[in-house]
T-cell receptor
Framework: DTAVSQTPKYLVTQMGNDKSIKCEQN?????MYWYKQDSKKFLKIMFS???????INETVPNRFSPKSPDKAHLNLHINSLELGDSAVYFC?????????????FGPGTRLLVL | AQKITQTQPGMFVQEKEAVTLDCTYD???????LFWYKQPSSGEMIFLIY??????QNATEGRYSLNFQKARKSANLVISASQLGDSAMYFC???????????????FGKGTKLSVIP
């Protein structure tokens, strides 16, 4: 009964490859997010989706593209992977527009680019 | 731009003692919210507690309480009766409202690593 799940948990790949990370939430939430956590543990928002529409797009390289096939899924596709993309990527979700609603995070995907 | 500052990279606390983790913030918004998350060594992010800018009382959730001082722009997390399982990274975060978007994103501080000593 995992609330927010991500696959894969670990991803090791070569520079220049294209990879995808999948996220699914079974909480019925209508907003989903992608965050990047760097080697110093700093978390930064990348994207958010509300009702399948991209509503926030931070200054992320266009090699990163979020794709939401439905309200419960938000996948992250990365083209032409670079060494600097190595990080932990977290998916999160929340319900509604009330500011008191917390974001619930998935377990993270540890990406290592060689 | 919003900013969250956590000045304590690491802290130690004796088991069963209380500990305060500092968080200060900077925002020009009148309406905002502050969150605390815990990240144990296993890596997941766990929501702990929330404080709204208009909340008159400090938030509490079990052993967690938030010492909210609006004039000082601080939202410190207090953990009472520390347990070994409290050893983790703790992140303070602020939500902002993006005009026209109706959604909120979180801006995180750099975190404080808490170690509980038996």
């Amino acid at each position: 009964d995992t609330a927010v799940s991500q696959t894969p948990k670990y991803l090791v790949t070569q520079m220049g490859n294209d990879k995808s990370i999948k996220c699914e939430q079974n909480l019925g939430h209508d907003t989903m997010y992608w965050y990047k956590q760097d080697s110093k543990k700093f978390l930064k928002i990348m994207f958010s989706y509300n009702n399948k529409e991209l509503i926030i797009n931070e200054t992320v390289p266009n090699r990163f593209s979020p794709k939401s096939p439905d309200k419960a899924h938000l996948n992250l596709h990365i083209n032409s992977l670079e060494l600097g993309d190595s990080a932990v990527y977290f998916c999160a979700s929340r319900q509604g527009l009330a500011g008191s609603r917390a974001q619930y995070f998935g377990p993270g995907t540890r990406l290592l680019v060689l | 731009a919003q900013k969250i500052t956590q000045t304590q990279p690491g802290m130690f606390v004796q088991e069963k003692e209380a500990v305060t983790l500092d968080c200060t913030y900077d925002t020009s918004d009148q309406s905002y919210g502050l969150f605390w998350y815990k990240q144990p060594s296993s890596g997941e992010m766990i929501f702990l507690i929330y404080q709204g800018s208009y909340d008159e009382q400090n938030a509490t959730e079990g052993r967690y309480s938030l010492n909210f001082q609006k004039a000082r722009k601080s939202a410190n997390l207090v953990i009472s009766a520390s347990q070994l399982g409290d050893s983790a990274m703790y992140f303070c975060a602020m939500r902002d409202a993006r005009s026209g978007a109706g959604s909120y994103q979180l801006t995180f501080g750099k975190g404080t690593k808490l170690s509980v000593i038996p």
